[in-house]
């Protein structure tokens, strides 16, 4: 298996029935988070878990996982980060639609050919930003087609056109 893709992160116990509040970082949590779904743990001890229902709740997706029957169970999960094999996900018919992993590690550099570092994480806070470290430490660009009209994975690299101070280091 590949290095595995995070699809949620187990969270605080709802209720006393063994339901837990998932933090989804999966844009199809429909069906990754469906009843009868078998799914990889990290920590690897604390599964392999199998979805017995999901529904959602003020916002949330509360699951139970079969054999998590109390709130104990519940709670012993909290903090286990659910994955996926990379290769279970179906390549995306858009050419601009890209899975975080794809884009952690791409070097970035300016439109004019500018080292700027390297994309570490992708966050997902409304809009999508990419946190590049490089030399000049951590900066965050919108990823929006304005700011970065050039993505080539397998090249290894993303072009950024930043706004004249996204990357002043204040």
């Given at each position: 298996?590949?290095?595995?893709?995070?699809?949620?992160?187990?969270?605080?116990?709802?209720?006393?029935?063994?339901?837990?509040?998932?933090?989804?970082?999966?844009?199809?949590?429909?069906?990754?988070?469906?009843?009868?779904?078998?799914?990889?743990?990290?920590?690897?001890?604390?599964?392999?878990?199998?979805?017995?229902?999901?529904?959602?709740?003020?916002?949330?997706?509360?699951?139970?996982?079969?054999?998590?029957?109390d709130r104990d169970a519940a709670e012993a999960l909290r903090g286990a980060w659910l994955v996926v094999d990379p290769g279970d996900i179906p390549?995306?018919?858009?050419?601009?639609?890209?899975?975080?992993?794809?884009?952690?590690?791409?070097?970035?550099?300016?439109?004019?050919?500018?080292?700027?570092?390297?994309?570490?994480?992708?966050?997902?806070?409304?809009?999508?930003?990419?946190?590049?470290?490089?030399?000049?430490?951590?900066?965050?660009?919108?990823?929006?087609?304005?700011?970065?009209?050039?993505?080539?994975?397998?090249?290894?690299?993303?072009?950024?056109?930043?706004?004249?101070?996204?990357?002043?280091?204040?």
């Amino acid at each position: 298996m590949s290095e595995p893709l995070v699809v949620g992160r187990i969270g605080r116990p709802h209720g006393v029935r063994g339901e837990v509040a998932i933090d989804v970082r999966t844009d199809d949590p429909e069906s990754r988070f469906a009843v009868g779904v078998v799914i990889a743990t990290d920590p690897v001890t604390a599964g392999p878990l199998t979805i017995e229902r999901a529904r959602r709740h003020s916002g949330r997706l509360l699951v139970r996982f079969a054999g998590i029957g109390d709130r104990d169970a519940a709670e012993a999960l909290r903090g286990a980060w659910l994955v996926v094999d990379p290769g279970d996900i179906p390549p995306s018919a858009d050419p601009d639609d890209f899975h975080d992993q794809e884009l952690i590690g791409l070097a970035v550099v300016t439109a004019d050919g500018a080292d700027v570092g390297r994309v570490a994480e992708v966050l997902h806070h409304g809009q999508d930003l990419l946190v590049v470290r490089g030399t000049a430490g951590e900066t965050l660009v919108p990823f929006v087609t304005a700011l970065v009209p050039e993505v080539d994975v397998s090249g290894g690299r993303l072009v950024i056109d930043p706004p004249p101070g996204l990357l002043d280091p204040s």
